[in-house]
């Protein structure tokens, strides 16, 4: 990939956001980052896989799998790029993924491993407040939801269970 095409890829992502051309280019020259293509149907990752890398969707759409623990229901779910594989899974509790992602179209994909994250966390003060702000929006979300009213109406209480159990509100959902 040419070096301008890859400065445009990485700040397709909000956790660039914010980099300086001069932060942009060191981080492009002193970071590992692996590039690869997988061909549609192909998985990239599986639920329960250990998660030592994030995985950056750079083109094309990805399936993203979902079972319930006790695998009496499984959602499905169509995404597209730019999309980060569960960044949240690099660190905490649980280092596994909890879905499978399967290319549904032909995909490209930059991956970084766990050492070189902390290290530019540590390097770029801006890329390590946009996660810091992922992550806890992500949590307020999560924490708002347990307040949040029941309906009675068994159609939105069908379209809120899926809500919040996808990744994306919008886009093809399947059971």
């Not at 994030?54 to 759409?61: A, I, R, V």
């Not at 690099?90 to 050492?115: C, E, N, P």
């Not at 992922?134 to 269970?161: G, M, P, Y």
Request: charged share 25%; glycine share 4%; net charge negative.
């Amino acid at each position: 990939m040419a070096l301008q095409i890859i400065y445009d890829k990485i700040l397709d992502f909000p956790v660039f956001q914010g980099l300086g051309k001069m932060d942009l280019a060191d981080m492009v020259e002193k970071t590992k980052f692996y590039f690869h293509k997988c061909e549609r149907g192909e998985v990239i990752v599986r639920n329960g896989e250990e998660c030592n890398n994030l995985h950056f969707l750079l083109q094309g759409k990805v399936t993203c799998v979902r079972s319930s623990d006790d695998y009496g229901y499984v959602l499905s779910e169509d995404l597209p790029a730019p999309l980060i594989f569960q960044s949240e899974s690099l660190f905490g509790h649980s280092q596994y993924f909890t879905r499978d992602y399967i290319a549904a179209t032909d995909v490209s994909l930059m991956t970084l491993d766990k050492t070189e994250v902390l290290r530019f966390l540590d390097r770029y003060p801006i890329v390590r407040i946009n996660i810091i702000n992922q992550f806890a929006t992500n949590v307020q979300k999560l924490s708002s939801l347990a307040w949040k009213h029941q309906s009675a109406d068994v159609e939105q209480r069908i379209i809120d269970f899926i809500v919040l159990h996808c990744l994306r509100p919008s886009g093809r959902k399947e059971k």
